[in-house]
């Protein structure tokens, strides 16, 4: 398990006031099939799991993003699990979107608090 904070995830914390890994996966569907306009400063990560899942389907990606970031591995990992050793690079752009998913439901779970 990664101990690293920018991981804090549910299922690693056990705090219910951190997003759970199901509230990423949805994040990054929901994304890919209605992805931000292209001039936004984050569309890329929109971009990434919108290829994905057309190359690989929902069910492989939302395990890349298990794997990223509850199990602990490294993207690279991630994608050789979910993707095949010759595919693992899709797991490095599966995982840095999902690492800034998981930061924005951050951000607004810390809005939200303030509010």
């Given amino acids: 398990m990664c101990t690293d904070g920018e991981y804090r995830v549910r299922e690693n914390t056990g ?10 996966i949805d994040l990054a569907v929901e994304r890919a099939a209605d992805p931000r306009p292209r001039n936004h400063p984050d569309a890329h990560f ?3 799991i919108s290829n994905a899942i057309t190359q690989f389907g929902e069910d492989d990606v939302a395990s890349c993003i298990r794997h990223t970031l509850v199990d602990g591995y490294t993207h ?7 993707f095949g050793e010759d595919d693992y690079v899709w797991g490095i752009n599966v995982g840095v979107a999902a690492i800034a998913y998981l930061r924005e439901l ?3 779970k810390g809005s939200s608090d303030n509010s």
């Fill in 76 to 82: 690279r990992m991630a994608g050789t699990a979910a």
């Fill in 15 to 24: 705090k219910t006031s951190h997003p759970s890994i199901d509230a990423v």
């Fill in 106 to 108: 951050h951000q607004e």
């Fill in 46 to 48: 929109d971009q990434y």
